[in-house]
């Protein structure tokens, strides 16, 4: 019964572990108000600035991470191939430029570490003091 029990724990952490949140992260001098409908229109391409005016430069982590997914699904309530159809739609009729896509987590704090007028989404296990978490999902 021990050993079972052991088992049972040790499932149990590592099922939150894989299940963290995923963090919408912005650059720590960014202090613009961001809720949950203005990501979805940054995300959707519906907003292209933060409402002080700047520009926003949007980021993602490849379509094939579980975080991206989840995000996706949480934040923008679309799938990813909702969203590949959504935003191949924008492109051919010249209407949007999708987000630029990073590969790691690392790779997106860094580059909203460089730009006020950034945003991303990262595993809220990989978040550091190098930026400023907006939402969680």
Same mark, same amino acid.
């Given at each position: ?10 499932m149990l952490v590592l099922s939150q572990s ?12 960014? %202090? ?7 990501? =979805?229109?940054?995300?959707? #391409? +519906?907003?292209?600035?933060f409402s002080d005016g700047g520009k926003v ?22 799938? %990813? ?7 191949? =739609?924008?492109?051919?009729? #010249? +209407? ?29 296990n990989d978040v550091n003091d190098e930026v ?6």
């Amino acid at each position: 019964m021990n050993a079972y029990k052991m088992l049972v724990i040790t499932m149990l952490v590592l099922s939150q572990s894989a299940f963290a949140e995923v963090a919408v992260i912005v650059n720590s001098a960014n %202090n613009n108000n961001i809720d949950g409908k203005l990501v =979805k229109k940054i995300y959707l #391409g +519906k907003t292209k600035a933060f409402s002080d005016g700047g520009k926003v430069k949007v980021y993602t982590l490849p379509s094939s991470q579980d975080d991206t997914e989840y995000f996706r699904k949480k934040a923008l309530k679309k799938s %990813n191939s909702q969203f590949k159809s959504y935003w191949s =739609k924008l492109a051919f009729t #010249g +209407k949007g430029t999708p987000a630029t896509e990073l590969d790691t987590a690392a790779e997106i704090i860094a580059a909203i570490k460089k730009d006020p007028k950034a945003i991303g989404f990262v595993n809220s296990n990989d978040v550091n003091d190098e930026v400023r978490v907006v939402l969680n999902y």
